[in-house]
T-cell receptor, first 112, second 116 residues
Framework: SQELEQSPQSLIVQEGKNLTINCTSS?????LYWYKQKYGEGLIFLMM?????EEKSHEKITAKLDEKKQQSSLHITASQPSHAGIYLC????????????FGGGTRLMVKP | EPEVTQTPSHQVTQMGQEVILRCVPI?????FYWYRQILGQKVEFLVS????????KSEIFDDQFSVERPDGSNFTLKIRSTKLEDSAMYFC??????????????FGEGSRLTVL
């Protein structure tokens, strides 16, 4: 089984709609990172969560780590075309610092 | 805003040739990483580096790979004899936090390696 699973794999939403992307592990997430990647380009750091129940927001993006530290969600409010891209979660599941295991990514398209 | 810079952005090489990918981490960062992403696949950890030595490495990071910090600013990944399966986007990353303390791990734009 996959160590870190993201869902959905792809998502098409109408501009202005809210959406949620999930990242789930069977192991404890000692550190959970969210990145945005445009196709063929680098990873843009969005947020990092470490404590169970932690929630962080930046502009219209909110990320949460559940109390058990095995699932994280990324929520975008009132989506815009600029939010389009691939969202990746990366996690430290070995308590080894920043040796991250990544999920398969969620490809988001926002229709104007 | 400080950033991790990588060169070249794209390199095409013949199988068996040596390749060096270069990275300039953020200036006050002390921990450096290489990751790679084969087209259509997940981002994978290769190696971490601190205090001029490898901290951890994955199974992918075999004897064909090496890393070096030749001066105070550059961090390089060398592939000694490239294989077709080495074709991928290689990402450098850096962080200021010590091992075991999560912090903001910043990635560069990547170097796309194509092995023919």
């Amino acid at each position: 089984s996959q160590e870190l699973e993201q869902s959905p794999q792809s998502l098409i939403v109408q501009e202005g709609k809210n959406l949620t992307i999930n990242c789930t592990s069977s192991k404890t997430l000692y550190g959970l990172y969210w990145y945005k990647q445009k196709y063929g380009e680098g990873l843009i750091f969005l947020m990092m969560l470490q404590k169970g129940g932690e929630e962080k927001s930046h502009e219209k993006i909110t990320a949460k780590l559940d109390e058990k530290k095995q699932q994280s969600s990324l929520h975008i409010t009132a989506s815009q075309p600029s939010h389009a891209g691939i969202y990746l979660c990366g996690a430290d599941i070995r308590n080894a610092g920043n040796m991250l295991t990544f999920g398969g990514g969620t490809r988001l398209m926002v229709k104007p | 805003e400080p950033e991790v810079t990588q060169t070249p952005s794209h390199q095409v090489t013949q199988m068996g040739q040596e390749v060096i990918l270069r990275c300039v981490p953020i200036s006050n960062h002390l921990y450096f990483y290489w990751y790679r992403q084969i087209l259509g696949q997940k981002v994978e950890f290769l190696v971490s580096f601190y205090n001029n030595e490898i901290s951890e490495k994955s199974e992918i990071f075999d004897d064909q790979f090496s890393v070096e910090r030749p001066d105070g600013s550059n961090f390089t990944l060398k592939i000694r004899s490239t294989k077709l399966e080495d074709s991928a986007m290689y990402f450098c990353a850096s962080i200021s936090q010590p091992r075991g303390v999560a912090g903001e791990l910043f990635f560069g734009e990547g170097s796309r390696l194509t092995v023919l």
